[in-house]
């Protein structure tokens, strides 16, 4: 769009049409003449005020006339896109992936297995582990993208990566994590569901509090879990929560950098310093996640503990490896392969103009008993 597009408007008293439909009809035929693209962001109503020079009612008058044409599409916070998005092709559904670990692995999984049904190449990008590739895949994803599947991470240089994507007019889905105050979709799991069904579980069995070893705050999903758990405390009539919580020493931010066979040395350290601080009044653990449940597995041996006679402990994640410790840990089964196939599925909707709000879809968990909770 030109700087000042006004003096294509007829503005004497004897105009032909009033200023918002004329506006209206150089916008739709400047949409039509393909000069502006389907999926793309209009300037917002302040840009086109002082480019047409009329009143912001005038704009608002022309704008919802094109969304009423099928023409634009307007979302709340975002702004105006031409609607008709194109086709799907082959490249434009585009999953980032952190690394190859299990959790992404399945999600990518679910994702492939919907393409396949859609008839859908969605293309794979592995971070390897490196935050600044991430957010660079994020920022300037590859020619013909759009829409982008995210697991992100909390910090001021995703928000700006994702941001721009936006911007750009791409559809963005978050996949078992959000960024609070990013307005786009999500799928994830009950991740509150998952912290008060293990806590519930572990003081309805032992009639004890249940302290809680993990991330707090960030990301997300453990912080949903942090939320559960305090609800299922206060529940039962237990307060001073500030006691019963044990935040990990190294953010996940920093850990996830860890090479696989060091990752368990974090929760190692917290739980170390719950038995040490706070025996022998714990009894009972939920760990934010499985890896944290080993680390507390770890921590109690160390402390001369035993997992399912002196401390009972529940996970979330349902991993393999909860089958394979010793006792076997309790934990909360997400459905990662669920998770990609349905965080593609809205992404898919979102691209074809089935779905046009941003929505949060929320997958139910399900709570496995096994000894380290019970005995």
């Known amino acids: 769009m030109t700087a000042n597009r006004s003096t294509l408007l007829d503005k004497g008293a004897g105009k032909s049409k ?19 693209r389907p999926g793309q962001r209009l300037p917002n109503v302040t840009k086109l005020v002082r480019e047409w020079n009329v009143h912001p ?68 990008v592995d971070a390897r582990q490196d935050h600044r590739s991430f957010t660079d895949a994020i920022a300037h994803p590859p020619e013909g993208t759009a829409g982008l599947l995210i697991m992100p991470f909390d910090s001021p240089a995703y928000r700006q990566a994702v941001r721009s ?20 979709s999500a799928v994830t799991a009950d991740h509150f569901a998952a912290g008060y069904r293990v806590t519930r579980h572990l003081i309805e069995t032992h009639q004890r509090p249940v302290h809680y070893v993990g991330s707090t705050q960030i990301p997300s999903s453990c912080h949903e879990r942090c939320r559960g758990w305090a609800a299922a405390m206060q529940e039962h009539n237990f307060g001073e929560l500030e006691r019963f919580a044990w935040e990990l020493p190294v953010p996940e931010f920093e850990s996830c950098q860890l090479p696989f066979e060091d990752i368990f040395d974090n929760p190692r350290r917290a739980a170390l310093r719950m038995f040490a601080e706070a025996r022998p009044a714990v009894t009972c653990v939920h760990a934010s996640n499985d890896y944290v449940g080993k680390g507390v597995y ?15 402990v529940g996970g979330s994640g349902g991993l393999p490896i909860c089958q394979m410790l010793e006792p076997p840990l309790t934990s909360v089964y997400q459905d990662g392969v669920r998770l990609g196939y349905e965080a593609a599925r809205l992404l898919h909707q979102e691209l ?11 997958l139910p968990v399900e709570l496995q008993v096994r000894q380290s909770s019970t005995g």
């Open 57 to 124: 009612r005038t704009i608002k008058s022309a704008l919802d006339l094109l969304e009423q044409d099928g023409l634009i599409r307007q979302e709340p916070r975002r702004g105006a896109f031409v609607a008709g998005v194109e086709q799907v092709t082959q490249t434009s559904m585009l999953f980032v992936r952190w690394s190859g670990d299990p959790l992404c692995v399945r999600i990518a999984e679910g994702v492939q297995q919907f393409a396949h049904e859609v008839d859908v190449e969605v293309m794979v």
């Open 18 to 36: 009033p200023l918002y439909l004329q506006i209206r009809q150089k916008l739709a035929d400047s949409i039509l003449a393909d000069e502006l």
């Open 298 to 312: 770890l921590a109690a041996e160390q402390s001369g503990l035993r997992i399912g006679r002196d401390v009972f």
């Open 165 to 184: 994507s936006l911007d750009a007019g791409l559809k963005v889905v978050f996949v078992d994590r959000v960024l609070p105050g990013i307005e786009t």
């Open 352 to 362: 074809t103009g089935a779905v046009r709000r941003p929505m949060h879809r929320v």
